[in-house]
């Protein structure tokens, strides 16, 4: 007999999906875009109400119903409600996740039975309630980590406790023994989950972050967004996503100061962020004419402002090599611009960088071997054409079909689903 062949129901928890504009949010929607579209799957997602940057960073207290059921193309959404606090102090972003992880559980409750569930770790707690969805119904489940907690809390510059870390790191190491399956973005995050937090080596695999080859394309530097904002006519370094508190951001600025006698280059911010007013203040401060910071760019605008830059500036602060993934090289490799990474050796942007050759390493949280790296390619130009070639022929590796593809077979694997067999 044949046995019939039928779609793959997923079920993902995460707080931040579209028109969420988190860059985790922003690839599970490319991720469950993917799987419907190619893969014809049926998916299911249990996310929070979007913060959006034009609205603010939260609107207070919770409203309305516990529950909204909503549909995304063909994506079935399950809002969560909970508080929508300000993110910039840890007493909103505590009650925004904790809110949403218990309205979390309740919506676990209401899914049709999925095949395979997955947790992503917006916030860090909600594979608890992932995890329980999945036990309910006597599915596999998957943790997919995007960050690694409790390191990536000791970020929090307004709040500490050893208690809640202790926590984290329980309530981590408890999903990974109970995971069927644990995702990781590269090696040396692998590595930590395996030495770290016990994960099964053998439960334990790669799966990169990626970009659209199709949509984020190598474009002129004479565009509408160069020209509107002014960039055109100068060397553009620029630093695009999130302005948050794991990049050491700062650098940058001070780098700036190096470069303030080289009036056509322009140091430019594109994107929000918790650190975004400091780092303007400081850069008041010391009388910086060649810093600007721009607004968030929505996804039909990123090809060309990624366009307008001439280098890009990648980093991460020390420490947290293998504990977050900056996911925004991708969409740099895939513009093909050159970029200066500040990151450690182990970080997975070195490994890259080396193996294409698509960029120049240095110290992280060092201005003056930033801006010596920055001139390197200021003065080279050659060089910098050459960096971006590389770095376009090694987007394609990335691109987002072949990781949607490696997510595919990784969850049809795990449901023992049957497919069409002769």
Not at 35 to 60: F, K
Not at 190 to 200: P, S
Not at 282 to 295: D, K, Q, S, V, Y
Not at 321 to 335: D, M, Q, T
Request: overall charge positive; aromatic content about 10%; charged content about 25%.
């Amino acid at each position: 007999m044949r046995s019939e062949k039928r779609s793959l129901h997923l079920a993902f928890f995460n707080r931040s999906f579209y028109p969420d504009t988190a860059a985790t949010g922003q690839l599970l929607t490319e991720l469950c875009e993917g799987l419907v579209r190619e893969h014809s799957c049926r998916v299911s997602v249990v996310a929070g109400v979007p913060l959006l940057p034009a609205a603010g960073n939260g609107a207070g207290r919770a409203t309305g119903q516990i529950l909204n059921r909503e549909q995304y193309g063909e994506i079935e959404v399950l809002r969560a409600r909970g508080t929508r606090f300000s993110k910039r102090h840890f007493l909103g972003r505590f009650s925004n996740y904790v809110s949403y992880f218990l309205s979390a559980c309740y919506a676990g409750l209401r899914l049709d039975r999925p095949d395979v569930v997955v947790a992503l770790t917006d916030p860090p707690i909600v594979g608890l309630a992932a995890y329980l969805a999945s036990r309910r119904f006597g599915v596999p489940f998957v943790m997919n980590y995007r960050d690694i907690f409790p390191e990536v809390a000791r970020l929090l510059e307004d709040f500490q406790s050893e208690t809640v870390n202790r926590v984290l790191h329980g309530v981590n190491r408890f999903l990974i023994r109970k995971a069927d399956r644990v995702v990781a973005l590269g090696e040396t995050m692998r590595r930590r989950l395996i030495e770290g937090k016990g994960a099964d080596p053998a439960k334990t695999l790669v799966i990169p972050d990626w970009a659209d080859c199709a949509e984020i394309v190598p474009k002129s530097k004479q565009n509408p967004f160069s020209l509107a904002h002014g960039l055109a006519d100068k060397f553009v370094v620029m630093h695009s996503g999130n302005i948050g508190l794991s990049q050491g951001l700062e650098a940058l600025v001070e780098a700036a100061a190096w470069l303030r006698d080289f009036p056509d280059i322009q140091v430019v911010y594109v994107g929000d962020g918790v650190k975004r007013p400091a780092l303007e203040a400081r850069a008041r401060a010391l009388g910086l004419p060649n810093i600007r910071f721009l607004p968030y760019q929505p996804k039909e605008r990123l090809a060309e402002s990624f366009a307008s830059a001439d280098v890009f500036v990648v980093s991460l602060k020390r420490g947290l090599a293998g504990y977050i993934v900056p996911s925004k090289l991708y969409g740099i490799l895939a513009a093909g611009r050159p970029y200066v990474a500040a990151v450690e050796g182990e970080c997975e942007v070195t490994a890259i960088t080396r193996k294409y050759d698509c960029g120049l390493l240095v110290e992280p949280e060092d201005p003056e071997d930033l801006a010596r790296k920055i001139l390197t390619l200021y003065h080279d130009r050659p060089r910098a054409r050459r960096l971006g070639v590389n770095a376009r022929q090694a987007a394609l590796t990335f691109d987002r079909p072949h990781q949607v593809r490696a997510y595919y077979t990784l969850f049809r694997g795990l449901a023992r689903v049957p497919s069409a067999s002769p």
